[in-house]
């Protein structure tokens, strides 16, 4: 079979791509070791890296290792629980006016699809996961809203409730734009910076405007 | 990055991939005559002990597990090769080469209708404006809807929200295109659709502001200049690049026709409650098209008698 072995790549082919795998791969490819741990080992290292991110969405500094070792169970976990939060506000068959849930778990990642590409078509540098996960990760302080805004509604649905919700609902969509802005901009070309917040800014928007709209039945 | 990745690298469809299939469709042949001949001297030699046979057997499985296994690494390399080749998002990559100022400056430009129609205008075939302001106006028509408390009986809020807008992009993009080559226009696909984006921008204002104050003349006024000055500034540019006045007429009529009904369309549609707020608001001052019983109690009463009287003689 020498001859079949023979099929050679030109080298004028531009290679590219991100070549950094993830630091501390929980594969048991590579690392034979975690097979005979114990599964509540393996659960916990996991929950700790993403309790580590969501810290870091909290407060925002410039620090990678959200970029680094990106995941998506973060994200997913926040999407379902919006999702289901938001699920409550159209019980009524006829008046189909609220999101359901496939409706709103389709925005966010249909949405930071949207996003990944356009800043990636723009001339960035950060891979697709990366952004995705990015992306999903500063959903957090919108889900804290989320949870406020349908405990305040236990209250009471009226005007101070609104307003109470309304600058709530404000504070954690600028928190969540600025967290990511900090995350995702450095990995642009520094003159196209507002080009990639612009989305970013619309996508959290109609989000936010998803929470506040929000009236349980 | 990127850079030369926009241009097909014709050097990536080397021949040898073809004939690396040939070879392995003669070896395959091979293989099997192997095979056949090997199956025959079996048939021949079925007396031989079950030890001697499995080997063979083994020894002729091992090989064709190899083969197997060539064939699926070449069929691999070549379905890598070709999806890198055509499903490259670097086809898109020259259409959002902008700068937020290049952005800024034709959004402005949208608005102002151009005077010079004797010779072609320039239109900048960019791709990241236009889908930014249909994104946009998505965002504002959730929110008029929303605040109108619209029913959708089939499909989601945001299901139609997006259909609609960028239906209507892609949608009328491609039939203005479709005209324009039947009018003979200097248009390419991207530039109409790149024009007709940015004419988006007058109904993104005009809807942004008359979702927010609900006043009927208001809205009207807002349709005729600022829907007017972006499809005239169209229907400008798309003037300038035409030639003969039937084609002009139908081109342009077309556009102008369907640009100012979609605004018309996305305000009444989706904004049922302006009508309420309306009367609440202009109470004593009645709209002139409006028509309310006025009820005179004596006409209504002589009526009334007269109706039970007939009513009683029918029975």
């Not at chain 1, 379902?80 to 990642?109: C, N, R, T, Y």
């Not at chain 1, 969540?176 to 612009?198: E, G, M």
């Not at chain 2, 064939?71 to 070709?82: D, E, P, T």
């Not at chain 2, 030639?243 to 640009?259: D, E, K, P, S």
Request: hydrophobic share 45%; net charge negative; proline share 4%.
């Amino acid at each position: 079979f020498a001859g079949l072995a023979d099929v050679s790549i030109s080298e004028d082919i531009p290679v590219e791509g991100e070549i950094t795998v993830p630091v501390g791969s929980r594969s048991p490819d590579e690392d034979y070791s975690t097979l005979d741990e114990p599964v509540r080992d393996t659960i916990m290292r996991d929950l700790k890296a993403v309790g580590k991110k969501f810290v870091h969405v909290m407060y925002p500094k410039k620090s990678s290792a959200l970029l680094r070792d990106w995941d998506l169970w973060g994200p997913l976990v926040l999407c379902v629980s919006l999702a289901l939060m938001l699920q409550g506000g159209s019980a009524d068959s006829k008046d189909d006016g609220g999101p359901q849930f496939a409706e709103v778990f389709v925005i966010i990642w249909f949405g930071a699809v949207v996003i990944t590409l356009n800043s990636k078509l723009l001339g960035g540098t950060i891979s697709f996961f990366q952004s995705l996960c990015v992306l999903g990760y500063c959903v957090l302080p919108l889900t804290v809203a989320m949870l406020v805004c349908r405990l305040v509604l236990l209250a009471g649905s009226g005007t101070v409730s609104f307003v109470i919700r309304l600058i709530v609902v404000i504070a954690m969509f600028g928190w969540s734009t600025l967290a990511s802005t900090a995350f995702l901009a450095d990995s642009q070309p520094p003159n196209r910076k507002a080009l990639v917040v612009y989305p970013i800014f619309l996508f959290y928007f109609v989000i936010s405007w998803m929470i506040l709209t929000f009236t349980p039945q | 990055q990127g850079g030369g990745s926009a241009v097909i690298d014709m050097e990536n469809m080397d021949d040898t991939s073809g004939s690396s299939f040939e070879d392995m469709g003669e070896m395959h042949q091979r293989m099997k005559e192997e095979e056949e001949e090997e199956a025959e001297g079996e048939a021949g030699a079925a007396e031989e002990e079950d030890g001697e046979f499995l080997g063979m057997k083994g020894l002729r499985g091992q090989l064709g597990r190899q083969v197997a296994d060539q064939m699926w690494q070449v069929g691999k390399r070549q379905a890598s090769r070709a999806f890198s080749l055509y499903a490259n998002i670097d086809i898109l990559r020259p259409y959002f080469d902008v700068e937020p100022v290049q952005v800024r400056a034709r959004l402005l430009e949208s608005m102002i209708p151009v005077k010079m129609i004797n010779f072609p205008q320039k239109i900048a075939g960019e791709l990241y404006g236009p889908l930014m302001l249909v994104f946009t106006l998505v965002a504002i028509l959730l929110h008029g809807m929303k605040t109108s408390d619209t029913i959708i009986r089939e499909g989601t809020l945001m299901g139609t929200a997006i259909g609609t807008c960028f239906g209507y992009w892609l949608g009328v993009s491609s039939f203005i295109y479709f005209l324009a080559y039947l009018c003979n226009a200097q248009i390419t696909m991207v530039q109409m659709l790149s024009l007709l984006g940015y004419g988006l921008f007058g109904h993104c204002i005009t809807l942004f502001v008359t979702y927010n104050i609900h006043f009927h003349s208001l809205f009207y006024i807002f349709w005729l200049s600022v829907g007017g000055l972006s499809t005239l500034r169209m229907v400008a540019v798309l003037v300038s690049r035409t030639v003969g006045h039937t084609q002009r007429l139908i081109l342009c009529g077309t556009l102008a026709a369907l640009h100012m009904l979609f605004l018309l369309y996305l305000h009444f549609a989706y904004h049922k409650v302006v009508e309420g707020i309306l009367d609440t608001l202009e109470g004593p001052n009645m709209p002139p098209f409006q028509r309310v019983a006025r009820d005179i109690p004596g006409v209504s009463n002589a009526v009334l008698n007269t109706t039970a009287k007939a009513v009683a003689l029918t029975l």
